[in-house]
């Protein structure tokens, strides 16, 4: 069983993002996909998570739920 982890962060001139995520396999043919994000210039959150099923060793379905808090007016 294998939980896997993932950290990035991405920048623009104007803006600068961090995202965690993980990925948890479970019951063989499924994954247990998280994530957290934030925007620093717009200190904007985001909360993802999903499930992942594996049809075969190189095919997959999935879906995601995800919802961003936006502290700034657009």
């Known amino acids: 069983r294998r939980v896997l982890f993932?950290?990035?962060?991405?920048?623009?001139p104007d803006q600068t993002s961090?995202?965690?995520?993980a990925v948890v396999p479970f019951g063989g043919a499924y994954?247990?996909?998280a994530g957290v994000g934030r925007n620093q210039e717009t200190?904007?959150?985001?909360?993802?998570?999903?499930?992942q099923h594996f049809l075969s060793k190189r095919?997959?379905?999935?879906?995601?739920?995800?919802?961003v808090k936006a502290t700034q007016d657009v």
């Open 6 to 12: 993932r950290s990035t962060q991405a920048s623009t």
């Open 18 to 21: 961090y995202v965690l995520a």
């Open 31 to 33: 994954a247990l996909r």
């Open 43 to 51: 200190k904007d959150d985001k909360l993802a998570v999903g499930l």
């Open 59 to 67: 095919t997959q379905i999935y879906g995601d739920l995800y919802r």
